[in-house]
């Protein structure tokens, strides 16, 4: 069945950097666009960044821009988000998504905490 199980997530203070990873099964990877959401404590679910299925092409948050990069492995099936010069609105817990025949895969999140 598919799977994304995401890792990497940890407390980091400001300025700090963190690379979380997900790694896929249970489909076809490298045909697969990829996504990174992140969902901070009352607030909605935002998509951050996604990337193609090939990696040649990748659009991100406003919020991220500049600061996070999403890549993937393709060989590894797995999918990375790269992120710098965090910020505590950066809090949240992150999920890996894709889609599968319409529907919406998630996995089960990590979470991300930015504290002096």
């Known amino acids: 069945q598919v799977q994304l199980v995401e890792s990497g997530g940890g407390m980091v203070q400001p300025g700090g950097s963190l690379r979380l990873s997900c790694a896929a099964s249970g489909f076809t990877f490298s045909s697969s666009t990829m996504r990174w959401y992140r969902q901070a404590p009352g607030k909605q679910r935002e998509e951050v960044a996604a990337i193609t299925s090939a990696g040649d092409s990748a659009n991100y948050a406003d919020s991220v821009k500049g600061r996070f990069t999403i890549s993937r492995h393709n060989a590894k099936n797995t999918v990375y988000l790269q992120m710098n010069n965090l910020k505590p609105e950066d809090t949240a817990v992150y999920y890996c998504?894709?889609?599968?025949?319409?529907?919406?895969?998630w996995g089960q999140g990590t979470q991300v905490t930015v504290s002096s």
């Open positions: 998504n894709t889609m599968i025949m319409g529907g919406s895969r």
